[in-house]
Each structure stands twice: as structure tokens, then as C-alpha cells.
Nanobody, 124 residues
Framework: QVQLVESGGGLVQAGGSLRLSCAAS????????MGWFRQAPGKERDFVAT????????YYADSVKGRFTISRDNAKNTVYLQMNSLKPEDTAVYYC?????????????????WGQGTQVTVSS
């Protein structure tokens, strides 16, 4: 069982930066691939980024590639999402999720555990 708690969301102007954190409970955190997803009002939950359990590989949605960076610290049971050059279209609730599969996925159903989400609002 893994419990996830996101933090770091807020209101920022376009072009600004935010760093989201996701703290995980459970001794097996390091064995999970971790992902970030986001959901805007009235839209489906979309993949943002994922990282393997070792942290050696990362994958991004095209819409955030070059602006967002996912990382993890297994000693702290925490995964991060550094978001730079934010745009109004990045506004959404951001969720972290844990995937027990061998390879990190890009689909919602591939993830076993979810946090409650943190709101990110980017003003123009």
C-alpha cells in the first residue's frame, strides 16, 4: 500500500515556475515508477511525466517537454515536478501516482495509487 500527498501548487503568472512535491508513505516507494498527471475542468486526466523506480529514465508529454522536469529522491520517499515557463494552458489539478509495473506508463489505468491532487493556476 502506498499513500501519496501532493504539495506545492498555487497561483503563478505566465512564464513563472513552480515545484510540486509528492510525499509517499510505505517502505516500497523505491520499487514503484512514479508519474504526474493533470486534469483541467471538464477534461480528462492527462499524462504529464513519469520516472522509473531508479530515476534513470524519464518520459514527458510533448506539451511539457523542455519545460517540466520530473525527479525523485528515494531516500526521502518523494517525487518532484519542476515546472518552468508556465503557460495558462498548464492550469489544472496535478496528481501524482504510483505504478507497480515493470515499465512506467502513460495511461491512467496503469497506475495503482493516486494522491488527492494539488491545484496549479497560471494567469495570463
Amino acid at each position: 500500500q502506498v499513500q501519496l500527498v501532493e504539495s506545492g501548487g498555487g497561483l503563478v503568472q505566465a512564464g513563472g515556475s513552480l515545484r510540486l512535491s509528492c510525499a509517499a508513505s510505505g517502505r516500497t516507494f523505491s520499487s514503484y515508477a512514479m508519474g504526474w498527471f493533470r486534469q483541467a475542468p471538464g477534461k480528462e486526466r492527462d499524462f504529464v511525466a513519469t520516472i522509473t523506480w531508479t530515476g534513470s529514465r524519464t518520459y514527458y508529454a510533448d506539451s511539457v517537454k523542455g519545460r517540466f522536469t520530473i525527479s525523485r529522491d528515494n531516500a526521502k520517499n518523494t517525487v518532484y515536478l519542476q515546472m518552468n515557463s508556465l503557460k495558462p494552458e498548464d492550469t489544472a489539478v496535478y496528481y501524482c501516482a504510483a505504478d507497480s509495473g515493470l515499465l512506467p506508463g502513460r495511461l491512467v489505468h496503469e497506475y495503482n495509487y493516486w494522491g488527492q491532487g494539488t491545484q496549479v493556476t497560471v494567469s495570463s
